[in-house]
């Protein structure tokens, strides 16, 4: 039985952007929601938003974030979630895969 694989970054990148896009972005089918756009910034994502797409991350990536974890420069824009979650998984950002439940 083989192990499964740590999430590589373009598959963290499209569920995310699926994500946000169904959960924030229902309403603005034209929003153009690149790699790089704000997600903080530009009204995609308020502090509310920033829990349920941390609780989304987590759930979906088997990853711990810790509160301190929770910036801008970790979830500010998809690419940065990619990067962050990609570490996390692929134990560069104190996490392992799969998450170690206690």
Not at 71 to 96: D, H, M, P, R, Y
Request: charged share 20%.
């Amino acid at each position: 039985m083989t192990s499964p694989r740590p999430p590589e970054l373009p598959e963290i990148l499209d569920r995310t952007r699926a994500w946000v896009r169904e959960n924030f972005l229902y309403m603005r089918p034209d929003w153009k929601l690149g790699d790089d756009a704000p997600l903080l910034g530009s009204g995609v994502i308020d502090s509310i938003g920033v829990i349920e797409l941390v609780e989304f991350l987590q759930g979906a990536f088997q990853v711990g974030i810790a509160e301190d974890e929770i910036t801008e420069g970790n979830l500010g824009s998809l690419a940065a979630i990619g990067q962050f979650v990609a570490g996390k998984c692929n134990g560069n950002g104190n996490g392992t895969w799969p998450r170690q439940v206690a």
